[in-house]
């Protein structure tokens, strides 16, 4: 089933933020939302329109959706519904989800030019292949054997269309299976240990949960369904593993610091939040102020990830450039003389 993207997202939970400051009806607003956009987002927002006006909740018309919308909606809008705070929920959805967005432009902005010289690089090499394996094919000494395998110019071009789609494929299944869970706990366990990539994770997953467990505390929910909600809306397998062991633990009557403490799971500074909070008493403003400020480490080390990502991706084009020139001149300039040299 299609998904509903960031973008869509984002401008829905700005635009009923808005209409629910603005004093109108929610069924109004979903309302609105189901006469505009791409024809699945419409008849997306007309079942959920169906589902409010028979009385049932937002969050629960959002879920029998399927998987067009993230868990992260869905445990935020509950949360925000058990608060009364629907409002603030709204308006988190839509600054997350529009910061998300923004990152993703800038990171595609930034590496746009050396993306596109690395497709040229990697179409043209495939060409030059083409082109002087059949220029150079019954001539002395003959067309280059790229790989050294004897495979003809056919056989060296598919190799290298197969080299590059494989290549290409396991990137795009790393990722994939990283964001399902598909490798389990040792993807974030690693990218915990690479500088600023580990710790922006870590900060955008940890400010969310901070933020439902805020949520969810002035609501005056049950320990273990505020903690379900804060860990689903991490969105990081990570963190989700967690939910029975951490969900057993608060329902047994310890208390927060203590079993997320447990876990081995979690940073110093997110667990002295949590102390301080329930030691004073104020763990929903406590920990509302800690996921602003997460969110705001965020915030910064994503604009450094895009600059980063820049240079990166220049520094590969470069590398590959660069190998292949020399593979080209070893083919055409020093494998012939070698050639000439040994006949003598």
């Known amino acids: ?49 169906a589902d409010v006006s028979d009385g049932g909740s937002l969050s629960g018309a959002l879920k029998r959706c399927g998987d067009f919308f993230p ?5 935020v809008t509950r949360a925000g519904e058990r608060g009364g705070r629907m409002d603030e929920a709204f308006r988190r959805l839509a600054t997350h989800y529009d910061n998300l967005v923004k990152f993703r432009n800038r990171f595609l ?41 004897g495979l003809g110019t056919t056989g060296n071009f598919i190799l290298y269309v197969m080299m590059i789609t494989t290549f290409g494929g396991g990137i795009a299944f790393l990722i994939i299976g990283t964001m399902r869970g598909t490798f389990g706990t040792l993807p974030m366990q690693l990218a915990r240990r690479t500088p600023l990539i580990g710790p922006t994770i870590e900060a955008l997953s940890l400010s969310r949960f901070a933020w439902t467990m ?45 079993v997320l403490k447990e876990t081995q799971a979690f940073p110093e500074d997110l667990l002295v939040l949590v102390e301080n909070g329930e030691t004073a008493g104020q763990l929903a403003e406590t920990m509302e102020r800690g996921s602003e400020q997460l969110q705001e480490k965020a915030e910064a080390n994503l604009k450094v990830i895009a600059t980063v ?36």
């Open 309 to 344: 990502g820049f240079a990166v991706m220049l520094g590969f084009v470069g590398l590959v450039m660069a190998v292949t020139i020399i593979s080209m001149y070893y083919q055409l300039v020093i494998s012939p003389m070698n050639d000439v040299m040994n006949g003598f």
């Open 109 to 149: 902005i930034a590496i746009a030019w050396p993306l596109f010289e690395l497709v040229a690089a990697i179409v043209i090499i495939g060409l030059l292949m083409l082109v002087m394996g059949y220029l150079l094919d019954g001539k002395d000494p003959g067309p280059p054997d790229w790989f050294g395998l």
């Open 1 to 49: 089933m299609a998904r509903a993207t960031k973008n869509q997202l984002a401008k829905l939970f700005f635009r009923l933020a808005n209409s629910y400051s603005a004093g109108i009806d929610l069924r109004g607003a979903l309302e609105r939302e189901s006469g505009i956009g791409p024809p699945v987002y419409r008849r997306t927002m007309r079942a959920v329109v």
């Open 214 to 258: 805020s949520i969810a505390e002035n609501a005056g929910m049950e320990a273990g369904e505020t903690m379900l909600l804060a860990l689903q809306s991490t969105q990081n397998y990570y963190y989700e593993r967690l939910i029975p062991e951490v969900t057993a633990g608060v329902r047994s009557g310890a208390g927060y610091y203590e």
């Open 71 to 75: 868990k992260l909606v869905l445990a």
